[in-house]
């Protein structure tokens, strides 16, 4: 069983609307919780953090967490093309580090 | 400055090679990482140092050998290396604190093993 999964994608939007990434996990010890941005050939790149249940606004960033449910989310306000990417979900527990498989988000002009 | 570097930027080495990969970071950072990513999969970790001390090893096969010389440096060394160990080598860092928080991620370096 994945620790960390997400669906693969791709997600296309349009530009100006909202992207919504999900991503789910097994270990109920994980206890913080980050997405990155990765584009095509570069290194990731952290855009968000989350440790509590709830939301976390940064920008046109909003992260959600549900830890009851094992789910994180991330949507993406007025998404523009350089926000195309792949998002990748992570979570951590004191010693162990799992990144998602990913989710390709294309944002059509 | 908020940079990790890499170098080098690509490396073609055969089986029989031996090489190092390095990185370096100045933004005072005192845990460092390095991730394995395979063409269309995540980063997988591999190792962590924490104060120049490894304290994870993620059962990393011992052809890849890790060195922290000093807080800013982090060495990868390769020895025997299989053609599967071709792969985009990425080096991280983050402020210590709660480990894995803030990573930095550095350029990597494209390994191709012939």
């Known amino acids: 069983q994945k620790e960390v999964e997400q669906n693969s994608g791709p997600l296309s939007v349009p530009e100006g609307a909202i992207a919504s990434l999900n991503c789910t996990y097994s270990?109920?010890?994980?206890?913080?919780f980050f997405w990155y941005r990765q584009y095509s050939g570069k290194s990731p790149e952290l855009i968000m953090f989350?440790?509590?249940?709830g939301d976390k606004e940064d920008g046109r960033f909003t992260a959600q967490l549900n830890k009851a449910s094992q789910y994180v989310s991330l949507l993406i306000r007025d998404s523009q093309p350089s926000d195309s990417a792949t998002y990748l979900c992570?979570?951590?527990?004191?010693?162990?580090?799992?990144f998602g498989t990913g989710t390709s988000l294309t944002v059509i002009p | 400055d908020t940079e990790v570097t890499q170098t080098p930027k690509h490396l073609v080495m055969g089986m029989t090679n031996k090489k190092s990969l390095k990185c370096e970071q100045h933004?005072?950072?005192?845990?460092m990482y390095w991730y394995k990513q395979k063409a269309k999969k995540p980063p997988e970790l591999m190792f962590v140092?924490?104060?120049?001390?490894?304290?994870i090893n993620e059962s990393v096969p011992s052809r890849f050998s890790p060195e922290c010389p000093n807080s800013s440096l982090l060495n990868l060394h390769l020895h025997a290396l299989q053609p599967e160990d071709s792969a985009l080598y990425l080096c991280?860092?983050?402020?210590?604190?709660?480990?894995?928080?803030?990573?930095?991620f550095g350029p990597g370096t494209r390994l191709t093993v012939t």
């Open positions: 991280a860092s983050s402020p210590i604190g709660d480990l894995f928080h803030e990573q930095y």
């Open positions: 270990d109920r010890g994980s206890q913080s």
């Open positions: 989350i440790y509590s249940n």
């Open positions: 992570a979570a951590s527990s004191s010693n162990q580090f799992y």
């Open positions: 933004m005072g950072h005192r845990a």
């Open positions: 140092y924490s104060y120049e001390k490894l304290s």
